[in-house]
Structure formats: C-alpha cells, structure tokens
C-alpha cells in the first residue's frame, strides 16, 4: 500500500456525477427504401443519461427505440443514417465519427446487450472465445479490474480509491492456496464460526472476478488484523490469466460452472444461459454506458427477473450507467429511475419513473398505462359489463360476485382427467414426460387459463385436447363423450365446436390465401352455406372482429400482427363454436394491441356465451382474462384455483415465484 | 466420431451396390451384342463366341453376372478389356493423369472462386463486384467444350503461351489450361455461393454483436464473417471432387488427354461392359467418399451438427 | 380522437408546471411532455385501405419486372423462343441443303455467316438449331420437374418408410454424375434418331436434385403451423397437401426449374459434342459445334456463331433463373 502505483483509473472527479455521460439532442435517423425515397425513423429525440443510472427508453415495435439506440453505438443496420442532432458521449461528439473512432468506443466506452439471445452468439465459437474477443479486442488488461472511472464516487463514496495492484484479480492457480493460508490465519486467530466463513469465501472468491483488495477486506471482516489480512492478499492475489478472466466474467453474470461452460457451444446453452453470456461480453471490457436492447424479453418471466436483478447488481457495484429499451412500461418502471416513451418516431414523454407512471400526461402514455397488462389488476369488463343494458349488467355483476360459486356448479364442457403425454427423446432410453398427470375441468361460458414457461407442457396438452395429439394415457372429455372415440362424422362435429386459436398469427394462416379464403375455410370444409351465403357470412365475421370489409381481398402479409390474430379469431369464430383454445393467442403482439385483442375475446365470450381454454406464459394476462388458472410447471399441474385464489392466495412457491417476477407487478399506481 | 464414421461407413455399402448395379444394367442391358463388336468385319466364329461368352460370363444369367463382378471387384480383380489387358492395369495408367488434372483444377476453382467471391460478397454493388458477377454468369452460360476451344485458340494457337494439347504423360504446364477449364464452371458457382454467403451472413445479429464489442472490422470480418460463410463453400467444394473427375470426359476429349474420361468414353463407344461398369464403379466410390469427407468436415467446421 | 388529444393538450400545460417543479430531476431529465398535436395518436393497429391487395405470386410479379435483369433476359428469351417457334421468319435458307461448291465459303448477303465444311449455310443452321435446343431444355425441365416433384412431393409429406425408401433411391442416383449417366443410357439408343431419347437421358439422371429440393420444401411447408390449424378446422391430410403444401412449396421447385433449363441445354450441346447426343440429322448447335471444331484454326467463324448462340440461349434462362430467385425468395419477401 505504500508503493507508488499509479492510481486507478486518475482522480476521479467528484462534480463528474453531475455532468452527463450520454446526451442525445434533437437526434433524427432516416432510412432509405429501395425505391429511394427516405424514411424518418427518428425525429427531434433527445434524451440524457447520468453516470450509473438506468434510464429506459420504452415504446412498441417501430417506435424507434432501438434505432435510437444503435444510432448512439453508431451501428445502425442497412441503409440508416443519422441525419441530424448530436449525440455527445463525456462530452465528445459522436455523429459524424468515421467507424475506425467507434471501434475505439465500442466496449470500453459503450457496451451492447443485445435483444435476442438465440441470434447474438456465433453459432462456431465457444463461449468462452466470443468473450475473449471482447477482451483481446480493446487490449484488456486481465489480470486486474478496471472499474468504470466513476464507480467508487457512485455506488460507495466511502470507499477510497484503490491502487492497480490492489485490483489484481484471483487466479484459478492461487485460489486453493488462498483459501488454505486463510483458513490457516483464521484458525490462528481463533475466529469463531470458522467453517460457515470459509464457506462464505469459496463462494464469493471467484478467479478472475475478485480482486485482493476485496479479499483482504473479506478477510478483516473476518477478525484477521489488517496487516495479516493484507499480507495474506498480497502473498496469494497476484493476477489472472485469460481462462480464469472469462470464466469469472461469467460467473459475474450469474452462469454456474463458468469454467465448463466456457469451452461449450451456443447450441449447447439455454436461452437465459446464452443471455448471461451476451451480458458477460456487453460488461467484459467496462463500459461506462451499457445499452441493454430488450436484454430479457425472449426469456421465461422468472429467468427475467433473475437476469435483471443481477444486472442490476453488477452495474451497481461496477457503476456503469444503463440505457435499457423495453417495450414493458411496467419493465421499465420496475428497474429504471428515468423513462424515456417514444412513439412514431419521436419522445413524446420523458421523466422519473414513478411520476410518468403515475401521472401519464401525454394522451399516448395514457394509453400504454391503461393497456399495460402487468399494472392492470381486474378482469378485463365486457361491452355489456360496462353497462349498455342495466339488466344485463345486474346479471353480470352478480356473475362476478357469485363467481366462485358459479365456478362449482357449472357444467363442464370439456373435462381433462388424468392427461399424461410421454416422447421419445433421441438417444435415450425414458421417456420424456411432456405433460404428466394433469386433470382440471372447463366449464361453459367460462375462462380457464393454463399458466406455465416455456417447457411446462401447457401447448401440449392445448393440442391433445384439440385432438391434434393422441394422449399416451388419459382422456379428455367433450360434453361427456370422451374425445378419442370420435371418428368421420363424429370428428368432423367435434372439430366444428371446438376451435383453435394458435400463438402464431404469421404462421397460422396460409400466406398464399386471401383473407377472404382464410376465413372461409372452415365454412368450406364443412360444406356450409353456398357462394353467396358465405361472402355474407364472412362480411359479418369481420365486422365482429372490428376490421373493414375491404381486408378480405388482402394477403396476411399486408396486415399486422394484431390484425392477423383478429383474422385468426374470426376464422374460429366462423362456426359459432362452443370452446375457443387459444394457445399464446396474444403474446406476440404488442401491449396495445394485446389489450384491444383480449378485450375482444372477452365481448365475444359475454356476447355468445363461449367457453375459453386460455394458455399463456404471462400471469399479467392471465388476470385480464381468466376466471380459473391452472398453473403448470414440468409437465405437472402445480396449483388450480380461481383466479383471485391465484393472485390473493397463491399456494404453492412456483406460483409465488411466477406472481414475484410479473415487472411492475408491486408498483403502486394512484391511476387517475 | 468413430462410431459416427463407422455408421456412416455402413450406410455408404447400400449406395454403392445400388449405384454399381444401375451402372451394370444399363451397361449390360445394352442392345447389340458386344461379343459380336468384337469380331468387327471379320464373320463371328461361334464356337470362339461362346468361349469369350463364358470367360467373361455373360451366358449366365444377369444378377450371377453382377455378383461375381462384385466378389472380383472386391479383389481388385476387375477382369479383361477386350483387348486382354487387365482392367486394373489400364485404370492404373490413366487415373493418375485425371487424378492430377482434378486436383489442379479443383486447386484452381477453391483459391479463385473463394477470393473473388469474397471480395464480390463483402463489397456488393461496387463496380468490380459487377465485373465478377458478369464474368461468373458467363462463365456458366458458356459451355466447356466452347470455353475449351475459345482458350485452345487464344492461349495455345495464337499466341503459344500453353501447349495446345497435352501429351500422353502431361506435366504441371501441359495441364494447366485444361485444368482451368475443367474448374471454370465450378469456380463460377463457388463465387456466387461464397458471395450470397458472404453478403448475408453480414447482416447476422451475432456480427453486430462482435462489433459492438470493440472488435476492428478486420477481425470481425474474418472471425465472424468469413469463417461462418465458408461451411456451405467447403461443403460444396467436397462434392466437386467427385464431380470434376466426372466432368473430366469432355476436358481431356478437347486437350485430348489419356486420362480416366477418355479411356471411360472409348470404352462407353466399344461396348466394353467390364471396363465402363469397373471405372464408373471406382468414381462413384470416390464420390461417395468425398461425400463423406464432407460430412465429417462440416461436423468440424459447424459445432451445431452432432455426430447423430 | 382529434377531440381528445385537443383537450388532453390543454390540460398538460396546466399540470405541467407543478411537475417542473420537482426537487430532483437532474439537467436535461426534467418532466418533458411533447404537444400531442406533434404526434397525432393513431387508432390502435388501423388498416391502411390505400394500398392495393397483393398476394405472394402479385407481389413476386412486381419484384420481377423490376429488376433489370428480368428484363434484359426476358427479351432475349422471347427473341429466342420466336427463333425456335418461327425460323422461317428469319431465314429462307434450308439448313439441310448443302453444297460442298460452297464449302467454308465467306459470308455474304444472303448468307451473311458463311457456310461450313459440308457447304451449308450456317446462318439459317444457328436458327433452326434454336428450336432443338429450346425443346430438348423445356422438355427435359417439364419431365424432370413432374418425376422429381412427385418423388420429392411424396417422401416429404408421407415422410416414415415412404421417405426413407425414396430416399435411399435418390442416393442412389445422385451418385452418378448426370454427364456419365447419360451418356451409358444413350449408348442404349444409339441408332434411334428421336431427340426424345436425350431428353429421357438427361431426365432419368436429372431428377434427383429436384426430388431433393421439393422434399425439402414440402417438409418444411408441412410443418408450417397453418396446416395445424386447418387440420383443427376439420381438414383432412389430403386436403391440406393439395390445398396448402403444395402450393407453399412451390416456390423453391419454380427457381430450381427455370436455373436448371440453361443447364440441360449445355448439357443436350455437350452431348451432341461428344458425338452421343443428337443424330447428325438433326440441326443443333452442339452437333455443329462438334463438326466445326477440326476447323478452329482455319475459319473460327463456323465454330462462332452456334457458340455464341448457344451461350447467349443458356444465358438467358440464367439470369432468369436468378431474376426468379430474387423474386421468390423468402428472404427477400419477408418485410
């Protein structure tokens, strides 16, 4: 300690933390279309982030929220340009540099998180070498730890600034001996509970991530005296190699056995696996600003909120500031303290959290508030709920009132007993169980949601019950007649009342048929009504739907995703069925649009009368729509109640984990 | 892997006993009657007829034939020409040529098809990514024996850079030009393949990624670009193989060499059925081995195909 | 909705203020609210009714004709097929009629390419050899595209043993280089004087690549999830392979048709070349190729012109082969 190493990283400048680390002014980006003319993707946004903040910019798909944000990497995709506006990082201009400047930038000053983990890594290196590209890439020091210049003044203004030498990181070599001359000091001091903080110490000293000065302040924490406890630190902390760097930058973000995992593939990773990586590479060479595109919307809900709280843990202690884009207003809310809402192209509201969510002023906030599934805590209230015939809504509100009690003496239009689904994994000799024993029952007129992440076995048994699949033991039950034994004519009734609604709205319908031949399908296959009659009828199925006539001659292609999916439903709705299976009919679209769709579904199901087998991955949704939730995990069915049950009283863990990890799910909204 | 190579082994045997015995019936199923040919002007002597008949086995019925081909070909005893010159011998003499000719030319499509493919890919609409395009489509639309002559003229008669044909044991220089034509068609496809390849794998998320981390457009080009684009190029040059010796009839036809496509050509023009059915047999072998080849180095290059 | 934003932008400027006057906020992170008037809310997910319909094939149309390349090979392919429909419209000349008075006689007037060793006049040759090249490509594309769209067709939708076994027979095939295979076929038929019996040659060793490529595009058209969902609305499997897979798969099988017709035109020439294709009667390039090669040093012109024509033919079916790609490939589709 008193060698004269150059200090860390230069005197960090204590006014620093209020001058900004990114300010964008007045950015514009255009786009050129092959035909020429120019597209504005961005117009007149502006924008500041602070040093260690989280600032999100949050808005729908071609919002611009992305383009925003590869404009300040200065990585725009194609054609895209910035076209005016400045963008200043520390100050320093940033539009207008030649790409040989950005490449400097890039890594050691900005950091990227991309949004999807499954197209980020290249498929032909390991783990472990695309992390070591972004070490080797901006000469990396990795034997020691280089905290972002502003991280002490940040995150503790306690702690003095540390010299080189004391950043120097554990390596894997030194890390028994470490661990053994700790353990031999402690016990010469008699420190009491000895093996309960050695245990502490094999887990938190990590080769490649802890530095000595952190051991030996483990190590005083401890009760060894601070000469000791340096001596120890010096003797045993002397660097690490590159092996030790990568895998301790992964471990950092949270992959277990970092050092196996390292010499592994992509393709060998799990998507919140892969994620972490990509996190390790964004944060390998200390990025003062770390631009986090949708860093978590392709993971399970739990996988999110694990990946986040923990990012949220390493920028902290790094103090590196973080520009996350969301398209989850409660997301954004829930992890940033400024939020930034983009809409065509432009800011249209900007702000502390809280307050933008609490007080949404302009009328387009107002709208992503009120649509936003995880702040919404009612079902969704029909047309006639909301009282166009005081009748009818005395008859509903005690519908909702008795609801439970409806719940228990309704008839049961399709029953799932003792489901049980098995497959041949490749190359193994079990059976895989896809769905494992899973009973519950849909009554008529009802909602019945099945809740579980991906792998939980719900779409499996959403095919078995439209007898897409064949059961490996158990039945499924439409009103009383079990499902299996249907055959021609039988079959053919069956699939007229019970009707699919897939995830997919690109997918499920044919992209060489018009609209019009789309819905007509069902009509045609069962031979219902001639020419005339079906026009007439596809006409009204639109119009239920709430599009204008003139789609029918559109291609799927031409329309968005919210409007296929309405397609979708018409077409199921074609044949006045009883049942609606609507497996993740509304997870791909976007927030306002996802609402407008539900509350659809829910006017058809008062108006008709239709029963609904809802599945979805999304606890949020799930309150909106569902008077029962069966929540599933694994193929087993782990909990089943009413939907207030589910939300009040939740049973069991997993349902308590799920409901933990719904963003925003706790914000307290006095909405107006 | 071993047991990957073992099983892919095994489900080559199938392949090349149905390919031989397609070859053999169409050789053999060949209308006029060889043994007859072989007479030429001279009147058929019939008793000497029917010894050349049992000697080759052809009064027995067909499948006896094709499986005492079969139990002799595994010996390398691939029988007579009708000239008495042991099959294998004659093979022997003019494979190596080809061997030769294929690998220069296949040496001469990998380096030029890959660079000019890549330079095309990584600079797309330039105008020299013009000039490859035109040169690549023409090089396709022309046919070999045309581009063959075209060269034969220029190269060889008017200005005497290169021999005008090759000789009966053809050096590097006296292959050099039949070489090129041989591999001009495929290193037309090779730099469209590698510059489709090259030009969308640019766009690829993980390239982004890669120059978000800080990495030089160099590095990025050769470390994510170039080596993700070269699987389906490498794939493509392995089944070349095969194909070029093939291709090799019209080559050595035009350059007038004696390699394996000429001898398969005379052979084919003599209704000499061993000689046709033995060398076709050895090509498809080679074929299905580069195939196989292939398999193994794209397990290399691409970590996402499992030994399965 | 005009109303709305009208009366929402009037309240902001009186509950602006209050927020501006929040004690924290750091510089250039004050409440900011844009005037709603700047960016008029749109309806939720509205249809734009302005743009005109277009299906896959219509939007694959308007791809096409824009590209130049279409263009340039169009022209020359309907040249080419008028040549090969109507040569009498441009020649008056008998290709068959020679006269060794007149052999490798210089180009004039009437004959402005000269004539060949045999005393013919090798400019209405180069147009008569149009039509056999054209039908021999088209014909040879037809047959091959129906064997190995079937085969192809059938392994990827029936998939199990079905495919397996088909399977194993297009290994089979594709083994033999398409140059060898035919060439042992037409040794078969060596005294027939049909062009039918190239065409077979070429289709019964030719078929294995569309097989491949149909039963690869069908497979993945199967498991695309619309055909689930009409299989949910009552479909039979039937019904979907006609009325969904196969139209899907389409697309893929029409690119690898119109590529592969340039090639089974060098392919025809080649064979001509070697002596084993076409019969000397018939008029073709490849024939008149191979016959003027002895004559490369002497008068080149004879050997020329069918060259050029030749490469100018494949060309175009090339480049519309690419022109096509462009048009129907799915990357290219996706907005």
Redo the contacts between chains.
Sequence with gaps: MTNNDTVANGAVKKESSTSPLLEVKHLDVEFTTDTGHAVKAVQDSSFTVYPGQWVAIVGESGSGKSTSAMSVLGLLPGTGKVTGGSIKLHGEELVGKSQKDYEKLRGTEMGLVPQDPMSNLNPVWRIGTQVKEALTANNMDVSREKRSSLSKSLSNAEVELKKSDDELFISSAEREGLLAAAKKALEAAHVARLDQKMENFSETWVAGSQTRWLVAQDLVKAGLDDDTAWGIAKEHVTGSSMDDRISGLLSEAGLPEASTRARQFPHEFSGGMRQRALIAIGLASRPDLLIADEPTSALDVTVQKKILDHLRTLTDSLGTAVLFITHDLGLAAERAQHIVVMYHGRVVESGPSLEVLQHPQHPYTKRLVNAAPSLASQRIISAKQRGEDADELDKLMEHHAKGEDILERGEHIITVDHLTREFKLPRKKEMFKAVDDVSFSVKRGTTLAIVGESGSGKSTVANMVLRLLQPTSGTVTYEGEDISTFQGAKLLDFRKHVQPVFQNPYGSLDPMYSIYRSIEEPLRIHKIGDRKSRIARVRELLDMVELPESVMGRYPNELSGGQRQRIAIARAMALDPDVIIADEAVSALDVLVQDEVLRLLNDLQAERGLSYLFITHDLAVVRQIADEVVVMQNGRLVEHATTDEVFDHPQMQYTRDLLDAIPGGKLQLGLD | MGKYLLRRILQMI???I??TL??YA??F????DPVAAMFGDKPINQSVAAQIRSEYNLDKPFIVQYLIFLKNALTLNFGETFSHQPVIDVMGRAFPVTIKLAIMAFIFEAIFGVVFGIISGLKRGKWYDSVILVVS??L???????FG?VL??FVG?KWGLLPVTAGSNPGFFDLLMPASVLGSVSMAYIIRLTRSEVS?NM????V??????????K?VTM??IL??SM?PVVTYLGTDI??LM??A??TE?IFNINGIGNT??QG??R?EGPL?VSI?TV??LV??ICNLVVDMLYAV????IRY? | MSDMSKSDSENLDTTNEEFFADPDPLPGQERFVAPADETPLQAVDSVDENEPATSMWASAWITLRKNPLFIVSAILIIFILLVAIFPQLFTHNNPTYCNLDYSLEKGSGAHPFGFDQQGCDVYSRVIYGARTSVSVGVLTTILVTLLGGLIGAIAGFFGGWVDAVLSRITDIFFAIPLLLGAIVVLQMFKTSSSIWKVILAMTLFGWVQMARITRGSVLEAKNLEFNTASTALGSTPMRNLFRHVIPNALAPVIVMATTSLGTYIVMEATLSFLGIGLPSSVVSWGGDISSAQSLLRVTPSVLFYPSVALALTVLGFIMMGDAVKDALDPKSRTE
């Design positions: 199938p392949v090349v149905g390919t397609l070859i169409l050789v199923a060949l209308p006029g489509l023409l396709i639309s022309v046919p070999t024996f045309v002559f034969q003229y008669v969308s766009t690829e998320d993980y982004r990624t890669a120059r978000a981390k800080g990495m030089s457009s590095s470390r994510h080596r993700n699987i095969g194909a093939g291709g009839m019209v036809r398969l050509y084919i023009l209704g046709v076709v090509l498809v074929f299905v290059l691409d970590p996402r399965a």
